[in-house]
């Protein structure tokens, strides 16, 4: 499959590149992100996979969140996503900040006119991956994900439902329970349907409850002054309880103000 060079800067002795290429499960073409530390340049690099939350850009991690020192040092490769399929030309796709573009919610949609293009899951766990692992300098076998608020959900999910593909997952303000929260039911319900069923399949508390063994290293950082935490979006408490009910051990840390 194609790339297409949009930008590349020296960072922290590394490389910020910026790609495009034609999604075959989006069906349309997709930018995505990808950070090559020193080390990529002598031997293949673990990968860390981040997915931004609602409205974002492969932009906004690369470019607000610091994070070139720490890869460069510990020679990490990162790959940061779009969170949506652009320009699909799907009515109603550009309404609102929290469903459509920008706001994909890492599933693969079912119902139509987003079956089509709407498939962030599928994208993220199988076509991207088999991009990068084909074209950069990476380990297979070193994979892990994190990201935050939409992202922190997406990384959860995709981690859990696939036991033994990436070896940690971490989150910052993550949508824990998101068949509970405002939007994740706006989401899923234009994405999956009205059956809500449907819907545990992809949120993390109820994942975390059919998780086979305990061989992922889950991490949650939160902001106590989060004001969606206070709205009932994020819900961690429900997923901590579920982990806890399962016995699956989880790092979970309340931090000053909000992240």
Not at 48 to 67: A, D, H, P, R, V
Not at 74 to 93: F, Q, Y
Not at 180 to 202: E, H, N, V
Request: glycine content about 8%; proline content about 6%.
């Amino acid at each position: 499959m194609a790339l297409k060079q949009i930008s590349s800067n020296k960072c922290f002795g590394g490389l910020q590149k910026v790609f495009e290429h034609d999604s075959v499960e989006l069906n349309c073409k997709m930018k995505f992100a990808i950070y090559l530390p020193p080390k990529a340049e002598t031997g293949k690099c673990p990968a860390l996979y981040w997915l931004s939350g609602l409205t974002c850009t492969e932009q906004n991690f690369i470019s607000k969140s610091g994070y070139h020192q720490a890869a460069s040092e510990h020679g990490l490769v990162v790959i940061a996503p779009d969170t949506s399929p652009r320009g699909c030309n799907i009515k109603g796709e550009d309404e609102s900040w929290d469903f459509g573009t920008g706001a994909g919610f890492y599933v693969d949609a079912t119902e139509h006119p987003w079956k089509t293009n709407y498939r962030m899951y599928s994208y993220v766990t199988e076509e991207l991956p088999q991009l990068i692992n084909a074209n950069f300098p990476v380990d297979p076998q070193r994979m892990s994900i994190f990201g935050h608020s939409m992202g922190g959900h997406g990384a959860l999910i995709c981690a859990l439902k696939n036991p033994g593909k990436y070896k940690s997952v971490s989150a910052f303000a993550p949508i824990c329970n998101p068949v509970l929260c405002p939007w994740g039911k706006k989401a899923f319900s234009g994405y999956l349907g009205t059956d809500q069923s449907k819907w545990k399949a992809y949120d993390a508390t109820h994942l975390v409850k059919s998780f086979p063994g305990s061989q992922l290293d889950i991490l949650i950082d939160q902001g106590k002054d989060d004001q969606f935490l206070s709205d009932g979006q994020l819900l961690p408490d429900n997923f901590i309880a579920a982990c806890a009910e399962k016995k699956t051990p989880v790092v979970f840390r309340l931090q000053e103000a909000r992240l």
